[in-house]
């Protein structure tokens, strides 16, 4: 096995006390000595630090001098409408393969002279490899090396955040700056993983262990693991690749619609264009043979990862899957998502899962399964 990375919050995460996993080839922090349950629940009351580090930043920039021509190139990667993302913007997307399946998702920023893609961490290699491959001659791709990335997630974020740098009060949901911190360069998005409002920032490295001291001496902040940040994003009903999509799952089946724009589907000034759009276009018009739906177990036991679905308790024919699910400290009480044939899809319908050779009720839940906080 080869050596974990590390982040270059390494040494405060075990200064905290923090209990380290391998995930995505690096040690990270899963939990504080506080515990996955509390942390989720500071972050809803307050403001929680991630380290986020182990994703990929990733810039775009065309050789042209022209940020219209690698909004071009990327469009052929994508079914977003990049060509219309106004600088100081940015906005939820995937990668998309021959077959509509999805290779990863990702965030795409316009920041004027450049694109800024942030990517999956398990994905980060293949995604560079990806892009590079579809650039032709017209772009220059950079991975960012020296970059940490931390997000500072609740409804006391930009209040926390505001005492360093101002600015960033001024900032909409989905804005991304670059601002300065004592000097130092720091790029902003505010956005998240959580549902909660809140910032994502880019900090170099010699420089972040500073920021998230000066972050975490504030009372209304408190650090937060990979634990808390799945249980976060799962109450906000927000996708984990490898687990809720993946490249055999299309955007239709995965209830993602909403993040292909207008001008690329049928009858868009760029419809189409982008790998596997014959069926992901036929999908958008006529609907997917399954659907992601949000699962809530009509009892207290929680229905994981790989917990097959039926339509009734007899049956011996699978409907569907669950592809994640646990316990919501907001909700205070189990919640899962999954794969239903569409025809088991609709709100309120009641299904069963096999839970350890027991056939347990369960009903399709809208998601997300806690409303989402937002600054729009």
């Known amino acids: 096995m080869s050596e974990l990375k590390q982040t270059a919050l390494h040494g405060l995460h075990l200064e905290l006390g923090a209990k380290m996993v391998p995930f995505a080839g690096y040690d990270m922090a899963v939990q504080y000595p506080a515990g996955v349950l509390k942390e989720h629940l500071l972050c809803r009351a307050g403001a929680g630090l991630f380290d986020v580090s182990h994703m990929g930043q990733v810039i775009l920039r065309a050789k042209s001098g022209d940020n219209f021509d690698a909004a071009r190139v990327l469009e052929k990667l994508v079914p977003m409408d990049v060509l219309g993302l106004p600088a100081g913007r940015q906005r939820y997307g995937f990668f998309t393969n021959a077959a509509g399946g999805i290779e990863d998702d ?17 994905r980060k290699e293949a995604d560079f490899n990806l892009i590079k491959a579809g650039l032709g001659d017209v772009c220059d791709l950079e991975m960012i090396e020296g970059r940490s990335l931390v997000a500072l997630q609740g409804p006391k974020a930009e209040t926390a ?12 949901f989905m804005d991304v700056e670059v601002l ?17 409002d809140g910032y994502e920032v880019s900090v170099p490295d010699a420089y972040v262990a500073d920021f998230a001291r000066t972050l975490l001496e504030m009372d209304e902040v408190e650090p937060i693991g990979l634990g808390a940040r799945d249980s976060l994003r799962l109450e906000s009903g927000l996708c984990l690749y490898g687990n809720d999509i993946d490249s055999e799952t299309t955007p239709v089946e995965a209830s993602l619609n909403w993040a292909m724009q207008k001008v ?14 014959e069926r992901i276009l036929s999908e958008l018009e006529n609907g997917a043979a399954r659907k992601r739906i949000g699962v809530q177990p009509q009892g207290r036991t929680p229905m994981r990862e790989g917990t097959v679905l039926y339509s009734d308790p007899a049956s011996e024919n699978p409907i569907g899957k ?3 699910g646990g316990f919501g400290p907001t909700i205070e009480g189990p919640m899962s998502m999954g794969y239903v044939l569409t025809e088991n899809a ?8 096999d839970v350890r050779g027991k056939r347990l ?4 839940s809208k998601m997300p399964f806690t409303p989402a906080n937002f600054k729009r």
């Open 264 to 277: 690329r589907r049928t009858g868009g000034d760029r419809a189409g264009g982008f790998p596997g759009a």
């Open 346 to 353: 609709a709100i309120g319908v009641t299904i069963y899962a």
């Open 322 to 324: 669950i592809t994640s």
């Open 361 to 364: 009720p369960a009903t399709v």
């Open 161 to 172: 955040l505001a005492k360093l740098v101002p600015e960033v009060t001024l900032m909409q």
């Open 106 to 122: 990702l965030m795409i920023a316009n920041r004027g002279d450049h694109l800024f893609l942030v990517v999956n961490a398990v």
């Open 180 to 196: 300065n911190w004592l000097g130092v360069e720091l790029w902003f998005s505010r956005s998240g993983y959580t549902g909660e």
